[in-house]
């Protein structure tokens, strides 16, 4: 089992800059795909980014692509998410996430999910 706890969320306003990282403890670290999520008030949890094990390959929702990126230093057991060029609706509260590798990886579903952490605020103001 692995634990994850997420920070660096805040206030930030349209157009800034924020890092957010999701801390594992547990299970080795680089045993897991990693994820981060998103819920905004009144809507489901969306995907917003993936990476693999080495952090060689990764994907993202077409709504962040080319403002977020997303890290793993897995010698600190910490995953990242630079996100840059912030709009008021990328506001939510944004969840790391963890999946046991497993015969197919479907990164978008939250429904694949093995761990999730406790989720930290982000909110952009216009």
């Known amino acids: 089992q692995v634990q994850l706890v997420e920070s660096g969320g805040g206030l930030v306003q349209a157009g800034g800059s924020l890092r957010l990282s999701c801390a594992a403890s547990?299970?080795?670290?680089?045993?897991?795909?990693m994820e981060w999520f998103r819920q905004a008030p009144g809507k489901e949890r969306e995907f917003v980014a993936a990476i693999s094990l080495n952090g060689a390959i990764t994907y993202y929702a077409d709504s962040v692509k080319s403002r977020f990126t997303i890290s793993r230093d897995n010698a600190k057991n910490t995953m990242y998410l630079q996100m840059s060029s912030l709009k008021p609706e990328d506001t939510a509260v944004y969840y790391c996430?963890?999946?046991?590798?497993?015969?197919?990886?479907?990164?978008?579903?939250?429904?694949?999910?093995?761990?999730w952490g406790k989720g930290t605020l982000v909110t952009v103001s216009s």
């Open positions: 547990g299970r080795t670290f680089n045993w897991y795909y």
């Open positions: 996430a963890a999946v046991v590798p497993g015969s197919r990886w479907d990164y978008s579903d939250p429904r694949g999910i093995d761990y």
